[in-house]
């Protein structure tokens, strides 16, 4: 048996001749004559000393052993198509380009997600574009990046968006705010105060914004601030309160004059996504950030942000 030695090429015919049952389909379907096709399968069957198609009305199909053949054909492909994934996947990550979208929110910990695969790939060039969701989602619609990491991906796209972390938004106070000594705040009062929030197309006004609507309240605006930072500077500086993802916030918000407060139904339990357009062929660098994304999830959710705000929901609300 040793000595048999067909060529790949006279394998991928023979597949093709059994699997369509037709020299004629094959020769089409491999861009070949058919005087060429006979010429290879009698080659082949001379090479196995044995019969390897046969006649059968008007289909050619494999005998016994033509079909055993074929099986070994088939695991050599699929072994031989995973080598070739190998090594476009190790050249592609030699050298190349990521193109990440964010939202302005996830700056507070896309570093740290970036950080370990940029090491991991030194070849690879990571462009990191940061804008409020309107913007991304204007990215996502000319499909410009490689993938976006978001928390509200758009419903009029065909997207696939993995969810792989919490995003948790909770109600900030200036440190020596009154209500920062309440244990339980409702959030009509909250909806009452007033709150400084994020610039139109922010997904933090939305999904606040969407909340408060879900609990028959309106989201009043006392002031409109193009940033989270600008957001909690102004926070602290006593000019009112505002609903932010805990990502925004250091690990001891105190420090930064800041009170997270324990309103009924808060925190606004949203996820970040990792999002691309459905149908793109990932980049073996999107792809391997990807992957590096899936495998740090289990520990990126365990972490969470913040301190734990103290109000209970009550049940059913
Ligand atoms: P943004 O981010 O408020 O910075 O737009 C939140 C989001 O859309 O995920």
Redesign the pocket.
């Known amino acids: 048996m040793s000595n048999l030695r067909p060529t790949l090429h006279q394998l991928r015919v023979f597949e093709a001749v059994a699997r369509l049952g037709s020299y004629t389909r094959a020769a089409e379907e491999l861009h070949l004559t058919q005087p060429t096709i006979s010429v290879q399968m009698r080659e082949l069957a001379d090479t196995v000393g044995l019969p390897l198609l046969e006649t059968r009305g008007r289909h050619t199909l494999p005998t016994p052993v033509g079909e055993a053949l074929l099986a070994a054909a088939r695991g050599m492909f699929d072994q031989w198509a995973a080598f070739e994934m190998l090594v476009s996947q190790t050249r592609g990550l030699q050298r190349g380009r990521l193109r990440l979208a964010a ?4 700056e507070y910990f896309l570093p740290g997600l970036l950080a370990p695969y940029a090491q991991a790939h030194p070849g690879i060039e990571v462009q990191l574009v940061v804008e ?3 913007a ?1 989602v204007r990215r996502l619609e000319l499909d410009q990046d490689d993938l976006a990491v ?3 991906p758009p419903d009029h796209l065909p997207l696939a968006a993995e969810p792989f972390m919490d ?1 948790p938004l909770v109600a900030l106070a200036p440190a020596d705010h009154p209500l920062a000594r309440e244990r339980r705040i409702p959030l009509a009062a909250l909806a009452g105060e007033g709150l400084l929030v ?1 610039e139109r ?7 606040t914004e969407e909340h408060f609507a879900a609990h028959g309240l309106r989201l009043r605006a006392r002031m409109e601030l193009g940033s ?1 930072e600008a957001i909690k500077h102004a926070v602290a500086a006593g000019l009112g309160l505002a609903v932010l ?1 805990a990502y925004t916030l250091g690990p001891d918000p105190a420090r930064e004059g800041l009170a997270v407060l324990p309103v009924e139904g808060l925190p606004i339990r949203r996820e970040w996504r990792l999002v691309h357009r459905e149908g793109r062929v990932l980049s073996p660098a999107a792809q391997a950030f990807l992957a590096a994304v899936r495998s740090a999830a289990p520990r990126l959710r365990a972490r969470a942000p913040g301190p734990a705000p103290r109000a209970r929901t009550p049940r059913g609300s």
């Open positions: 939202v302005t929110t996830a409020n969701r309107d991304i978001m928390m509200l995003n994020r197309g922010s997904g933090t006004r939305m999904a989270n993802s």
